[in-house]
DNA sequence: CCCTTTCGATACAGCGATGTATCGAATACA
DNA sequence: TGTATTCGATACATCGCTGTATCGAAAGGG
């Protein structure tokens, strides 16, 4: 019930941040699904009247987290993306995209949390789907100024962007198994560089 | 404390599957972490004790039902991958094995459900990690006996199960979303085609 | 066919989490 | 600084789920 605009706000949204930020350590900690409203107030040193004051519920205080963490890391790649002034350097932006994609393993274990939630709520999937489909046409947008030629098998700039999508998310998987980050991306490294250019990569081993 | 072999197992043996496969389709509709023991036992048709008397916690049953199925479906995988008498032919067997994956939503949720608990335990990563890793040897052995060569970059055969996997995870996490297997199948074929071969596939287009 | 053993249903105690209603304290604005 | 308003803490009632203990019934062995 705000009129027209609420009158108190600075303690409102430390508190709201607050939460946020518990509530992202809690869920990565023990997944959501296993988090109690509780324990996020404790985490955050408030209580459960401050957690309603905010949120009417779990779903809605994950979402918010999940869309807020995720248009972070949006941006980032859209920065590791950023042309030069001849077009788009490939192998370069592969390394800078590398580099930056893969490096929290919490946001990793949130992220795939609100996958299989999405998966199961149509509405929560839709606006995954959403998000995905930005990022992946940003993707393509810079892929269609390459200056080498893609390779023809995927079907265009559109193909090669779902291409780099799916070799992320594959390489996310064992990533969240096995935890070794440094691995993750040498080997999401190989896998670009193997699925946008006609083959001159840097083989090097994989153990394990 | 079963007297060296217990004296009944048929009814029991009974149950345990019916609760299993209550549960598999439980898990599926809710989520692990959603679902409650009372769920369960309701759908099967049983009581808690019957629960009880068959599984020590929700985790142990849920470690079983995974067992179980994912021993099947790597049955299925390893048949698909059959060679013919000079070794594989692999775009057959990209064909043979993209039409026996990504069949069953339900089961894709199970499993990434699977994931995300496992990524968190580290017991039940290492047990899961195994499997991964015997699924990819079995890959990486047949692919040693392909026709044609394997392009470099990818760093071998090994590598080359390692980029099998990375492909189907993440066309599972697209999967997921949208629901459309048979999107899902040609586009893995396409990613497996131009990740095995050095550049002769069959590029249709891709919307969404 | 009876008898022993095992299985699964029922009853019980207790915990923990939820959501609401109320009240004191902090905050913005005049 | 005074005051109206908002925010968040506390208290309360309730519910659902868990795990155990007990008991009747089914099932296999002799």
Chains 1, 2 share one sequence.
């Not at 409203?37 to 401050?50: K, M, N, Q, V």
């Not at 930005?134 to 892929?143: F, G, H, M």
């Not at 893609?150 to 291409?163: E, M, N, Q």
Request: glycine share 6%.
């Amino acid at each position: 019930m705000q009129a027209t605009t609420g009158r108190v706000t600075r303690r409102r949204a430390r508190t709201r941040a607050n939460l946020l930020d518990a509530a992202f350590a809690v869920f990565a900690a023990k997944g959501f699904g296993h988090v109690s409203i509780e324990e996020i107030c404790d985490a955050a040193g408030y209580s459960r009247g401050a957690f309603y004051s905010n949120f009417s519920s779990l779903d809605e205080l994950f979402f918010a987290l999940y869309e807020e963490r995720a248009d972070l890391i949006a941006d980032q790649v859209a920065g590791a993306l950023a042309l030069d002034r001849e077009g788009l350097d490939v192998p370069a932006a592969v390394d800078r995209v590398t580099d930056v994609l893969l490096l929290d393993h919490d946001w990793l274990l949130v992220k795939t949390d609100f996958l299989v939630h999405a998966a199961r709520d149509p509405e929560v999937a839709r606006s995954l789907l959403r998000h995905r489909a930005r990022l992946r046409q940003a993707i393509a947008d810079r892929l269609a100024r390459a200056h080498t030629p893609l390779p023809a098998v995927l079907g265009g700039t559109d193909g090669a962007a779902r291409a780099v999508v799916a070799a992320y998310d594959g390489v996310t998987v064992q990533l969240l198994l096995d935890r070794d980050a440094a691995r993750a991306r040498t080997w999401l490294k190989h896998l670009l560089t193997a699925l946008l250019t006609d083959g001159s990569g840097t083989p090097d081993h994989a153990r394990n």
